[in-house]
C-alpha cells in the first residue's frame, strides 16, 4: 500500500501545484485574465504586469507556498521517504507550469495546459528541504534580475543557486544527496518552461528589467 500512497501524493502535489493564484489575485484585483496579458502567464512577474507590484508580491508568495506544502505532505505521509520529498515539490512545479485547472484548446483542436514558468513553487520546495536556502536564493536572483536584467535569467539563477546550496550541504554530510536531484529536475523543468525566453535572449530580443532597463532610457 505504500506505493499507493506514495501516488497519491504526487498526484496531490500536482493538483496543489495547479492551483492558479496569479489568475485568481488578477481577475478579484482587476477583473482582468491574466491569460490575455504579456506572456500570458499566470507567476508572479506577470500577475504584476497585470495588476501592480502587490498582485505580483502576493502571487510569488502563494506560489512559493505551494512548493513548500508539497515538500510537507510529503514528509507529513512519507516520512523518511527521500525520493518522494524531492519528486513532490518537483510535481508542484509541473502542475503550476501545467496547470490541470487550466486547459485549453488549441485552434487545431489540441490540448494546451496553461501556467507560469516554475520559479516560485521551485524556491518553496527547496524552503521547504532546507528553510535557511530561502535566503540565499531570493537576494541572489533578485540581484541577477536587478544588474542583468532579465527575469528568464534570474529564474534559472535560482534554481543554480538551489542544486549548489544542496550540493555543498550533501557535501558537508548535513542533507542527502537526493536534494541536489532536487535542484537539478527544478531547473530542466524551469528550463523547458522558458524555451521561448531562452530563444529570445539568443536573439537579443529578451525583455530588460532593472538597472539595466533604466540606463537604456537615460
Same mark, same amino acid.
Given at each position: 500500500m505504500q506505493i499507493v500512497s506514495?501516488?497519491?501524493?504526487?498526484?496531490?502535489?500536482?493538483?496543489?501545484?495547479?492551483?492558479?493564484?496569479?489568475?485568481?489575485?488578477?481577475?478579484?484585483?482587476?477583473?482582468?485574465?491574466?491569460?490575455?496579458?504579456e506572456s500570458g502567464r499566470t507567476?508572479?512577474?506577470n500577475a504584476m504586469r497585470a495588476a501592480g507590484p502587490l498582485a505580483g508580491i502576493a502571487t510569488a508568495i502563494l506560489d512559493a507556498l505551494k512548493g513548500a506544502a508539497c515538500v510537507?505532505?510529503?514528509?507529513w505521509v512519507a516520512p523518511g521517504n527521500v525520493w518522494i520529498e524531492i519528486l513532490a515539490?518537483?510535481?508542484?512545479i509541473l502542475g503550476h507550469n501545467y496547470s490541470f485547472f487550466l486547459i485549453e484548446r488549441n485552434g487545431d483542436g489540441k490540448l494546451r495546459f496553461r501556467g507560469g514558468a516554475g520559479a516560485a513553487p521551485m524556491v518553496g520546495g527547496a524552503f521547504g528541504l532546507w528553510h535557511p536556502s530561502l535566503f540565499i536564493i531570493v537576494p541572489?536572483?533578485?540581484?541577477?534580475?536587478?544588474?542583468?536584467?532579465y527575469a528568464s535569467v534570474a529564474t534559472?539563477?535560482?534554481a543554480v543557486a538551489a542544486t549548489l546550496?544542496?550540493?555543498?550541504?550533501?557535501?558537508?554530510?548535513?542533507?542527502?544527496?537526493?536534494?541536489? @536531484?532536487? /535542484?537539478?529536475? +527544478?531547473?530542466?523543468l524551469l528550463a523547458w518552461a522558458l524555451r521561448p525566453n531562452i530563444q529570445r535572449l539568443v536573439n537579443?530580443?529578451?525583455? @530588460?528589467? /532593472?538597472?539595466? +532597463?533604466?540606463?537604456?532610457?537615460?
Open positions: 506514495d501516488l497519491l501524493v504526487l498526484a496531490a502535489a500536482y493538483l496543489l501545484g495547479s492551483i492558479p493564484f496569479g489568475l485568481l489575485i488578477v481577475k478579484a484585483s482587476t477583473g482582468k485574465d491574466i491569460r490575455q496579458v507567476g508572479g512577474t510537507w505532505l510529503a514528509q515539490p518537483c510535481f508542484g541572489l536572483g533578485g540581484l541577477t534580475w536587478y544588474f542583468i536584467g534559472l539563477t535560482a546550496i544542496f550540493v555543498f550541504r550533501a557535501w558537508a554530510g548535513a542533507s542527502p544527496w537526493e536534494y541536489v @536531484l532536487y /535542484g537539478v529536475i +527544478a531547473f530542466a537579443g530580443t529578451e525583455r @530588460l528589467h /532593472g538597472y539595466r +532597463a533604466r540606463k537604456n532610457k537615460e
